[in-house]
């Protein structure tokens, strides 16, 4: 009994190893067949690289990138257009996101206290680390700084320079491919005005120097630069122009009151309107009526005669099709900025 119980033990064991055995032997030799498999491929793949790649696709394979990038590529392909990021602190990354759609125009609205510059929509929203220094003016002059590289190149050597500190061939903008375009920066005030101006102006600091990329007022004359200042909102307007040697920010004046003379290209670039209130409520299925055509048109032209660019605010942004059909008719009327809030649609749009 005793030995005839064991027997079938013994062979029950004996086969557990034999089926292990097994087990691990076709696991190696599956192991060794993908090596075998794999090294046989890519042997295979450099043996038809070698017959088909031209000369010149192997050069071109194995360039290294850094031989052939440009100092400036930051915005290369980025088509800019003459739409404004409003609300821009609600994009997914304040400044960026506005200028990968192409948008020339950011508006950062600002809140001051004890001396800082918040950035938000309204109280509720605002955060020690969001401010208008860390938003909007330093990712704007990284940009610029980064579009206009100090190379031997842009800077003369000696003997054969223009002006001292100026490149040769002028500053480039944000823009690789319109380095002549500004983008303009709306800095909508939220607090009083009075006590937000000084701030404001000194918070642009780094915009101004070492390298001043303003777009100024020299007591004569604007000269143009690669970032534009519109001051809105609460800004006040005796305070703004009070300097009358140097000013390096501009007005952006209500667009109905330009018959008033006070608006002049020396202190305001931009002109700005409240659809709603100007023109109107658009009513679903009909779109804009004759009458207000008309006051745009108006508006526009008041603006340009004078020299100033126009922009509507509060324009509507839903249905779709209302909101599309007051876009067609301001752009078609000659709108210099045109005010978006989904600027994936606006800068997509079949126009
Ligand atoms: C604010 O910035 C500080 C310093 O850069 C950082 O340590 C902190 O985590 C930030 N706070 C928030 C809420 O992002
Ligand atoms: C103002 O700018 C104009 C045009 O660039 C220039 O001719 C003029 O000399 C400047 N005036 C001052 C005071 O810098
Ligand atoms: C005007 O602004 C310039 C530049 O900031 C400054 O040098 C000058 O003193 C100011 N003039 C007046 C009258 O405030």
């Not at 003369?156 to 903008?173: I, K, L, T």
């Not at 491919?177 to 006590?195: A, C, E, I, R």
Request: charged share 20%; net charge negative.
């Amino acid at each position: 009994m005793l030995a005839a119980g064991t027997v079938p033990q013994v062979e029950g064991a004996v086969g557990r190893y034999n089926r292990l055995g097994r087990l691990i032997g076709s696991f190696s030799f599956f192991v060794l067949f993908v090596l075998c498999a794999t090294q046989l491929f890519s042997i295979a793949a450099t043996i038809v690289k070698a017959i088909y790649t031209t000369d010149l696709q192997t050069l071109l394979l194995n360039f290294p990138l850094s031989k052939s990038a440009y100092p400036t590529s930051l915005t290369r392909d980025i088509l800019p257009k003459p739409i404004h990021s409003h609300n821009d602190y609600w994009r997914h990354v304040p400044v960026y996101t506005a200028i990968s759609y192409g948008c020339i125009s950011i508006e950062a609205d600002v809140w001051e206290y004890s001396g800082e510059l918040f950035i938000g929509h309204d109280v509720a929203s605002l955060t020690r680390n969001r401010t208008f220094k860390s938003l909007y003016v330093e990712p704007l002059r990284e940009m610029l700084d980064s579009q206009n590289p100090d190379t031997e190149f842009t800077h003369p050597r000696e003997g054969h320079g223009e002006e001292p500190d100026e490149p040769v061939g002028g500053r480039n903008g944000i823009w690789d491919v319109d380095p002549g375009q500004t983008t303009h920066l709306f800095v909508d005030f939220k607090t009083p005005g009075h006590n937000t101006l000084p701030v404001v102006i000194a918070h642009l600091e780094a915009l101004r120097t070492p390298v001043n990329y303003l777009t100024h007022f020299n007591g004569t004359h604007v000269v143009r630069g690669q970032v534009t200042v519109h001051l809105t909102g609460d800004a006040p307007f005796d305070s703004i122009i009070a300097n009358s040697s140097y000013r390096d920010y501009f007005y952006d004046a209500p667009l109905r009151d330009l018959s008033s003379g006070r608006y002049t290209p020396d202190n305001t670039i931009t002109a700005s309107g409240q659809f709603g209130r100007d023109v109107g409520s658009v009513i679903w299925g009909r779109g804009m009526t004759k009458e207000q055509r008309r006051i745009v048109r108006g508006q526009i032209e008041e603006a340009h005669g004078r020299g100033i660019m126009v922009r509507y605010w509060d324009t509507p942004g839903w249905p779709i099709s209302v909101r599309n059909a007051v876009w067609g008719v301001l752009v078609q009327e000659g709108v210099d900025l045109l005010n978006a809030d989904d600027l994936k649609a606006a800068s997509y749009l079949d126009w």
